[in-house]
């Protein structure tokens, strides 16, 4: 009709039910079928998620804690959650030694730290010097590519990629995010890393001087490594605990919880032992090593999972290397080094009654889950904000009035008649115009770590093969009983039909045991 959407499209329409609305009314023009003509609890179809709960633990694969008998972690944003002061802190000093020892411009200088441009999981063309998000298929999504700060345009990205979105398998990162002209920035460290190529990208092309961005990307790859080797970054969180370290009370909570419950806990990390011990002394206290089993330092992940000659050295009381042969690995012990190889024959903990937590999806979790056989959790603190953008209104409107869209565009596209036509070219237009809204509502340049358009990001993917289970902090595992089952959500395959309740999530389900472990916090 001309005076709105007819009865049978608008029933259509809040169901999501796209072909049989095209069938009503395929020749409506788009402004008619504007989202905003309904309000947004008639638009929503019913049942539709607003109430996704941080605090939940996703899975991926179907994991048994009954089963569960040892605990591993890693520390560094696993059992140390740390504010965003310390990517700014990365940043100024990983600048400064860019300038004064790498000679760079003074002009770099005037950058100051953009929390907001960049996110985990992008990557970022060595010869190219373009900072980019690809999805799970190798294809880069439209409107993410980055050279310096600008956007690059989708013409000229097509143009470079010799006329195409997709990134050839043997051109992308490796296995562990490291290959030789694309790598992948995995880790939440790496933030201010991809933060300082996009400013010193943009310095040199906005002052039109020439310059290599292999030699770019190699330099601030030592820039950053620099903090982290000299010892900065562990200076700046000892000297102030309170303000760098998040959620240490609930780390201490769930230690005590799986330790009263009879269950074996170790700690793999690449970190120094006084550093470990300074901020598990401030989080659990100064006899956090009761907690443990088994400690090891400077474990150099994630060699340490795939070399087997390295061997374990013992730390004495001052953190002095001992020169003993390592027979066992004893409780209350520090050990520095060695392999997995021989800690699975010194410990015999082996297969699915251990669960390892970490957040570097290569360096933590990568092997263990294909080469041994470990449960695997992944610590993505990212989430706590993408389920609140995911629970909006305006999420919920565009997301449903694009698929809308998409059904509707389907069945229109068989229609050849010029109206047809035309209108089928003002719904494309409409559908871009509601993806890019969507992406924005995570962040402006690359929205969500999660998804591209449609589909799963290259990140995403790697965090499903990945990880058994995935969660916001350690903390999440105080909703829940030890004994507790985490079954996967089945979702249909594209040749399948929905006949089960695939859309009720579980992250909008009351997280059980959340009252009765409420007295643990």
Same mark, same amino acid.
């Given at each position: 009709?001309?005076?709105?959407?007819?009865?049978?499209?608008?029933?259509?329409?809040?169901?999501?039910?796209?072909?049989?609305?095209?069938?009503? !009314?395929?020749?409506?023009?788009?402004?008619?079928?504007?989202?905003?003509?309904?309000?947004?609890?008639?638009?929503?179809?019913?049942?539709?998620?607003?109430?996704?709960?941080?605090?939940?633990?996703?899975?991926?694969?179907?994991?048994?804690?009954?089963?569960?008998?040892?605990?591993?972690?890693?520390?560094?944003?696993?059992?140390?959650?740390?504010?965003?002061?310390?990517?700014?802190?990365?940043?100024?000093?990983?600048?400064?030694?860019?300038?004064?020892?790498?000679?760079?411009?003074?002009?770099?200088?005037? =950058?100051?730290?953009?929390?907001?441009?960049?996110?985990?999981?992008?990557? =970022?063309?060595?010869?190219?010097?373009?900072?980019?998000?690809?999805?799970?298929?190798?294809?880069?999504?439209?409107?993410?590519?980055?050279?310096?700060?600008?956007?690059?345009?989708?013409?000229?990205?097509?143009?470079?990629?010799?006329?195409?979105?997709?990134?050839?398998?043997?051109?992308?990162?490796?296995?562990?995010?490291? !290959?030789?002209?694309?790598?992948?920035?995995?880790?939440?460290?790496?933030?201010?890393?991809?933060?300082?190529?996009?400013?010193?990208?943009?310095?040199?092309?906005?002052?039109?001087?020439?310059?290599?961005?292999?030699?770019?990307?190699?330099?601030?790859?030592?820039?950053?490594?620099?903090?982290?080797?000299?010892?900065?970054?562990?200076?700046?969180?000892?000297?102030?605990?309170?303000?760098?370290?998040?959620?240490?009370?609930? +780390?201490?909570?769930?230690?005590?919880?799986?330790?009263?419950?009879?269950?074996?806990?170790?700690?793999?990390?690449?970190?120094?032992?006084?550093?470990?011990?300074?901020?598990?002394?401030?989080?659990?206290?100064?006899?956090?090593?009761?907690?443990?089993?088994?400690?090891?330092?400077?474990?150099?992940?994630?060699?340490?999972? +795939?070399?087997?000659?390295?061997?374990?050295?013992?730390?004495?009381?001052?953190?002095?290397?001992?020169?003993?042969?390592?027979?066992?690995?004893?409780?209350?012990?520090?050990?520095?080094?060695?392999?997995?190889?021989?800690?699975?024959?010194?410990?015999?903990?082996?297969?699915?009654?251990?669960?390892?937590?970490?957040?570097?999806?290569?360096?933590?979790?990568?092997?263990?889950?294909?080469?041994?056989?470990?449960?695997?959790?992944?610590?993505?603190?990212?989430?706590?904000?993408?389920?609140?953008?995911?629970?909006?209104?305006?999420?919920?409107?565009?997301?449903?009035?694009?698929?809308?869209?998409?059904?509707?565009?389907?069945?229109?596209?068989?229609?050849?008649?010029?109206?047809?036509?035309?209108?089928?070219?003002?719904?494309?237009?409409?559908?871009?115009?509601?993806?890019?809204?969507?992406?924005?509502?995570?962040?402006?340049?690359?929205?969500?770590?999660?998804?591209?358009?449609?589909?799963? +990001?290259?990140?995403?993917?790697?965090?499903?093969?990945?990880?058994?289970?995935?969660?916001?902090?350690?903390?999440?595992?105080?909703?829940?009983?030890?004994?507790?089952?985490?079954?996967?959500?089945? +979702?249909?395959?594209?040749?399948?039909?929905?006949?089960?309740?695939?859309?009720?999530?579980? !992250?909008?389900?009351?997280?059980?045991?959340?009252?009765?472990?409420?007295?643990?916090?």
């Amino acid at each position: 009709t001309t005076e709105g959407p007819c009865p049978t499209f608008r029933s259509c329409v809040t169901q999501s039910c796209a072909p049989a609305a095209a069938s009503a !009314g395929v020749r409506l023009c788009s402004k008619i079928l504007s989202p905003f003509v309904f309000p947004a609890p008639d638009l929503i179809p019913p049942g539709a998620c607003n109430l996704l709960n941080s605090s939940t633990i996703y899975a991926n694969n179907e994991v048994n804690l009954a089963e569960v008998d040892i605990y591993g972690f890693d520390y560094d944003y696993t059992l140390a959650q740390y504010s965003n002061a310390l990517n700014t802190m990365i940043y100024n000093k990983a600048r400064e030694f860019l300038i004064e020892h790498f000679k760079y411009p003074e002009g770099i200088r005037k =950058y100051d730290y953009l929390s907001n441009f960049a996110v985990r999981g992008l990557h =970022y063309d060595i010869q190219k010097g373009l900072l980019m998000k690809i999805d799970a298929f190798h294809y880069i999504e439209p409107g993410t590519v980055y050279r310096g700060l600008s956007p690059v345009p989708d013409e000229e990205v097509l143009q470079l990629f010799g006329g195409t979105f997709h990134v050839p398998l043997q051109q992308d990162s490796g296995f562990y995010g490291k !290959g030789p002209k694309v790598k992948q920035f995995m880790d939440i460290f790496s933030i201010p890393e991809m933060t300082l190529l996009a400013v010193a990208n943009d310095f040199f092309i906005t002052n039109d001087i020439e310059y290599d961005p292999v030699h770019l990307f190699k330099d601030i790859s030592e820039a950053v490594g620099m903090v982290h080797l000299k010892g900065y970054m562990y200076k700046w969180i000892m000297e102030d605990l309170d303000k760098f370290i998040l959620r240490g009370d609930e +780390t201490d909570a769930v230690l005590h919880r799986l330790a009263s419950s009879g269950k074996k806990l170790f700690l793999i990390t690449n970190s120094p032992f006084s550093f470990v011990d300074r901020g598990m002394t401030h989080m659990v206290g100064k006899n956090w090593r009761d907690f443990f089993d088994v400690v090891i330092v400077q474990a150099d992940k994630p060699h340490f999972f +795939t070399d087997c000659i390295k061997p374990f050295r013992r730390l004495d009381g001052n953190g002095d290397l001992r020169w003993e042969k390592i027979k066992s690995l004893d409780k209350g012990q520090i050990y520095k080094q060695g392999n997995l190889f021989d800690f699975l024959r010194l410990t015999g903990w082996r297969g699915s009654k251990v669960l390892y937590f970490g957040d570097h999806l290569y360096s933590d979790l990568a092997d263990l889950m294909l080469r041994h056989g470990w449960r695997t959790a992944a610590i993505v603190p990212e989430l706590e904000q993408e389920t609140k953008v995911v629970s909006t209104d305006r999420y919920g409107m565009n997301l449903t009035w694009m698929q809308a869209l998409t059904g509707l565009m389907e069945r229109l596209q068989t229609h050849r008649d010029p109206v047809s036509k035309q209108v089928f070219l003002e719904w494309q237009k409409e559908r871009e115009e509601l993806r890019v809204m969507t992406k924005n509502l995570f962040n402006p340049q690359f929205g969500s770590i999660f998804r591209t358009c449609h589909n799963p +990001t290259y990140f995403s993917r790697r965090l499903c093969r990945f990880s058994d289970v995935y969660m916001t902090s350690l903390s999440c595992l105080l909703n829940y009983d030890l004994s507790y089952t985490f079954y996967p959500r089945r +979702t249909p395959l594209q040749h399948e039909a929905p006949l089960w309740m695939d859309q009720l999530c579980t !992250g909008c389900m009351k997280t059980p045991f959340l009252e009765e472990m409420s007295h643990i916090r």
